[in-house]
């Protein structure tokens, strides 16, 4: 009787903590932001990858800054690579919401508006 009750426990134990993963997984939060951009960029498309690196420099400070990875195609193409190919970007600078499973939330690619970012980060929990 004793084995059985220690079972159900159990079961009930693990049956809650799966549906709080589940929660948490369906909760759309983000947590990671990668910001994809060029340190080589030239002409117009330089004027849109200065604004976007203020953007993302004022925006990710403090506690949001743990969220950031930031990657530079033209020193880093290696780490850029996966991220382009696996969400299809076709223009930089661009900068992506993930999920704790690596999905796709939110994106900006080209020019970034500050104020779209801000209510997407408080949408989102970041």
Do not use: N
């Not at 530079?72 to 290696?78: E, G, N, P």
Request: glycine share 8%; proline share 3%; charged share 20%.
């Amino acid at each position: 009787m004793a084995k059985s009750k220690i079972v159900v426990t159990g079961v009930a134990v693990l049956v809650l903590l799966a549906a709080a993963v589940m929660a948490k997984a369906e909760s759309g939060q983000v947590s990671q932001v990668v910001y994809i951009t060029k340190s080589k960029a030239c002409g117009c498309s330089a004027k849109i990858v200065q604004a976007a690196d203020a953007l993302v420099d004022r925006t990710f400070t403090g506690p949001r800054q743990a969220l950031l990875k930031r990657i530079d195609y033209d020193t880093d193409r290696q780490a850029a690579l996966p991220y382009i190919g696996q969400f299809r970007l076709i223009r930089l600078p661009a900068l992506l919401f993930l999920d704790d499973r690596g999905h796709l939330l939110w994106s900006a690619v080209g020019e970034v508006e500050p104020k779209q970012v801000a209510q997407k980060l408080d949408q989102l929990g970041g």
